[in-house]
């Protein structure tokens, strides 16, 4: 394997830039201060970093070590806090990886829930099913990794509600999403019954407008934007880790507030 630090070898200095988005990331979580160089990378990790691919390798190492961490410190009692709703922002702010004009907006008639894995009861949910189950609203700040918030007024079923009554293994490890824009994502089983994890379909107590995920989006108040999925199509409950969106792209899964 070629060594970086070889007398005379010089490790190409672009090797990272594919890397960007893993280096923030673990940069803004506190656990890179500085900048990060090769060789810190290798200190770090004990990997020869001189393939990108090897690069991607330690930098998830350093990342999923983290997530352990972090799922670990997770207090499922603690509350985010909330808001009075003098300070809701209306229109919320919308952000995708595409831009709004591009929003392909969900049919709510042909619209189904499919719910999978380790659950008792498959059957798929309409929106009317959806409404008949107890409600809860949270008035919760939205985070996002880009630098930006607000305060927003969301309403819908617990997700703990849901899971109960759809018999998941509440054991289980994770709770993934489908989503009509192709835009995976997961949680881990902690966060998904926490009591300020909701499946959203009203802001505001207004119906969700197209742009922020109708018929059903997740929001979640202890985790960052990226984490809560909208125009959600499919829920799975199960025990194998699924990267969401913005996971494989680097970005660390935990994404805890
Ligand atoms: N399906 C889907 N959900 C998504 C995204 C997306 O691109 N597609 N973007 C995420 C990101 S990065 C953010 S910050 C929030 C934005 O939600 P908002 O438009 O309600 O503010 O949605 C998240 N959920
Ligand atoms: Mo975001």
Same mark, same amino acid.
């Given at each position: 394997?070629?060594? %970086? ?26 656990? @890179?201060?500085?900048? @990060?160089? #090769?060789?810190? @990378? +290798? ?10 691919? $090897?690069?991607?390798?330690? %930098?998830?190492?350093?990342?999923? #070590?983290? !997530?352990?961490?972090?799922? $670990? /410190? ?8 909330? =808001? ?11 952000? *995708? ?5 591009? &929003? ?8 189904? /829930? ?24 949270? &008035? ?9 918030? =607000? ?16 018999? $998941? !293994?509440?054991? *289980? ?5 489908? +989503? *009509? ?9 902690? +966060? ?10 009203? =802001?505001?107590?207004?119906? /969700?407008?197209?742009?922020?995920? =109708?018929?059903?989006? /997740?929001? +979640?108040?202890?985790? @960052? ?33």
């Amino acid at each position: 394997m070629r060594s %970086l630090f070889r007398p005379g070898s010089r490790p190409d200095p672009h090797i990272l830039d594919d890397h960007r988005p893993e280096i923030r990331s673990l940069e803004r979580r506190g656990l @890179l201060r500085g900048g @990060l160089s #090769l060789g810190a @990378l +290798t200190m770090l990790t004990g990997c020869d970093v001189g393939e990108s691919s $090897a690069v991607g390798k330690a %930098l998830r190492a350093v990342s999923s #070590l983290n !997530d352990g961490v972090q799922a $670990a /410190l997770f207090d499922p009692n603690r509350l985010a806090p909330e =808001y009075p709703e003098s300070r809701v922002l209306k229109p919320p702010r919308f952000n *995708a990886y595409y831009p709004i004009e591009e &929003i392909r907006p969900v049919d709510g008639e042909a619209w189904r /829930l499919e719910v999978a894995g380790l659950v008792e009861n498959k059957r798929s949910w309409t929106r009317q099913d959806l409404a008949a189950l107890p409600e809860k609203e949270i &008035i919760i700040r939205h985070i996002c990794v880009e630098g930006w918030d =607000y305060i927003g007024q969301w309403s819908g079923v617990p997700l703990r509600t849901f899971l109960e009554r759809i018999g $998941a !293994d509440l054991k *289980a490890r994770y709770v993934s999403f489908k +989503t *009509a824009d192709d835009y995976p994502s997961s949680i881990d089983m902690a +966060t998904a019954l926490h009591p300020q994890t909701l499946l959203a379909t009203r =802001y505001a107590r207004e119906t /969700l407008p197209d742009p922020f995920g =109708y018929p059903l989006r /997740l929001r +979640t108040a202890t985790k @960052l934007g990226f984490k809560n999925p909208k125009w959600i199509t499919a829920i799975e409950v199960g025990n194998v880790y699924q990267a969401g969106y913005w996971e494989s792209r680097g970005f660390n899964w935990f994404s805890g507030l």
